[in-house]
């Protein structure tokens, strides 16, 4: 063998750096094979984003949604509470304390949520979740098998007719209090009374009032909802009535008839219940916008709507759904029947024919 060769093969600094590359070589696969145990039996390994981390990436994607504020008032309890948890160890025991703890903070109305806005908070919740296990920044939804508190669905809040006057009266008072008196241009007064119309007369959904567009207002009133409009996903016709395409009219916006966000139109609509003594139930807490179209859906039935077409315009699929709608009153309700039976039996009874003798 050449004295080269063997001289190279001698030297320690060489030997030395074919070990050192070993090393490297040995340790990124230990690395890599510590990192593949750890997502196969640690659900959250010391690399998985936290609640705030997805909560962020998230709102990036979401932003853009017309409901993004709700939904940012729905989330935000969570990630203040729980933001430096990592995603997967928010299990449905890590909620339930949670859920625990909101139960005692009041909110700005100076009392805790309800169950309902709890049971909406783990709603959104899970569709976070849901979408970082999709991305791939989690293994799995840990929420998935979480179940919300049941609650009684059916609210027994009745709007008449004289509550919408009373709304509609009391809106001229909802105006911006940053301003001086006086100095309100009244528009705020004006959406707020055409929204409230628009929900009661024609039975329509919250957003589906909130996003109505002149363009699409026919001179007779006629709108046609499409499809992707209706949170059913069927299209549907409604008939604004001639008070409602009136206070429209009044309202100066160009294409959309509101132009404010969600969150805003109900805070105009919470003033203006307040300042006109609207009650609720006592089971409910506070009257909110969609009493507006139980309402209508219930003077509609009283004023002898048809059923299916209380059902057709409200865009259920089901008339039970209906029904949960329409909240008329025990008296009246036995007072109607009283009266139908009444009137089917007021003919009273038949004389007996009169016998005449031939003669």
Not at 190 to 207: G, H, I, N, P, W
Not at 318 to 346: G, H, K, L, W
Request: proline share 6%; charged share 30%; with cysteine.
């Amino acid at each position: 063998m050449e004295p080269a060769v063997e001289r190279r093969r001698g030297d320690p600094w060489a030997e030395l750096t074919r070990l050192r590359g070993q090393v490297v070589t040995l340790t990124a696969t230990v690395r890599d094979q510590a990192r593949a145990l750890a997502e196969l039996t640690d659900e959250a390994p010391p690399w998985a984003p936290s609640l705030a981390i997805v909560y962020w990436l998230w709102s990036d994607v979401r932003r853009a949604d017309e409901n993004w504020p709700m939904i940012w008032n729905r989330i935000k309890p969570l990630v203040d509470d729980l933001g430096s948890l990592p995603a997967p160890k928010l299990t449905p025991l890590a909620w339930e304390q949670h859920r625990a703890r909101r139960r005692l903070e009041p909110t700005k109305f100076g009392r805790p949520p309800c169950e309902a806005t709890l049971n909406l908070e783990l709603l959104f919740a899970k569709q976070m979740l849901a979408w970082a296990a999709r991305e791939g920044l989690i293994r799995r939804n840990p929420l998935a098998t979480a179940a919300k508190v049941k609650t009684l669905s059916q609210r027994e809040t009745r709007l008449t007719p004289e509550d919408v006057e009373r709304l509609i009266a009391a809106a001229d008072d909802v105006v911006d209090r940053r301003l001086r008196e006086g100095d309100d241009d009244g528009q705020r007064a004006a959406q707020l009374k055409a929204f409230v119309l628009a929900c009661f007369d024609s039975l329509l959904r919250f957003e589906e009032a909130r996003t109505l567009r002149r363009d699409r207002i026919g001179s007779d009133g006629l709108v046609d909802l499409l499809a992707s409009e209706t949170k059913s996903r069927r299209r549907r016709v409604v008939r604004l009535t001639p008070r409602t395409l009136e206070a429209i009219a009044a309202v100066r916006t160009d294409q959309r008839v509101f132009t404010v966000s969600a969150t805003t139109m109900r805070e105009w609509f919470h003033r203006a219940r307040e300042l006109a003594g609207i009650q609720a139930a006592p089971r409910d807490r506070q009257a909110v916008p969609h009493d507006l179209r139980a309402g209508g859906a219930t003077a509609a039935d009283e004023s002898g709507a048809r059923p299916t077409a209380v059902q057709t315009v409200m865009g259920h699929q089901s008339f039970e759904t209906t029904r949960r709608y329409i909240r008329s009153e025990p008296i009246m309700n036995a007072d109607d029947v009283c009266a139908a039976i009444q009137r089917s039996t007021r003919v009273g009874p038949k004389k007996a024919p009169r016998i005449t003798k031939r003669v």
